[in-house]
Nanobody, 127 residues
């Protein structure tokens, strides 16, 4: 069963950058769209971004558009989320998940459309 693993979180000052990684040990991600989500303390989990199977199509939440970039390296079996110009409101646990084999990213990044959630990686933006 596909199991996703996130890494790359940490503590960063406002305006700083982090790159998150999502991998699937023992599996190839070539046939899976991957979405990134986050959950701030006391808030619901929300969609951040998604990349299609081939990587040609990407989606971003309006709150991160222009600051975050999602990409994939199928040779390394990894999907990345490059986060620049981080703000305190970006703080939270970041998760990756997939809509399933050859399934597309849902247009509204609905959590219900995703599965195989990782354990999450903490991102804290604070001075």
């Amino acid at each position: 069963q596909l199991q996703l693993v996130e890494s790359g979180g940490g503590l960063v000052q406002p305006g700083g950058s982090l790159r998150l990684s999502c991998a699937a040990p023992g599996f190839t991600l070539d046939y899976y769209a991957i979405g990134w989500f986050r959950q701030a303390p006391g808030k619901d989990r929300e969609g951040v971004s998604c990349i299609s199977v081939g990587g040609r199509s990407t989606l971003y939440a309006s709150s991160v558009k222009g600051r975050f970039t999602i990409s994939r390296d199928n040779a390394k079996k990894t999907v990345y989320l490059q986060m620049n110009n981080l703000k305190p409101e970006d703080t939270g646990v970041y998760y990756c998940a997939t809509p399933g084999f050859l399934s597309p990213c849902s247009g509204n990044l609905s959590l219900a459309a995703f599965r195989s959630w990782g354990q999450g990686t903490q991102v804290t933006v604070s001075s």
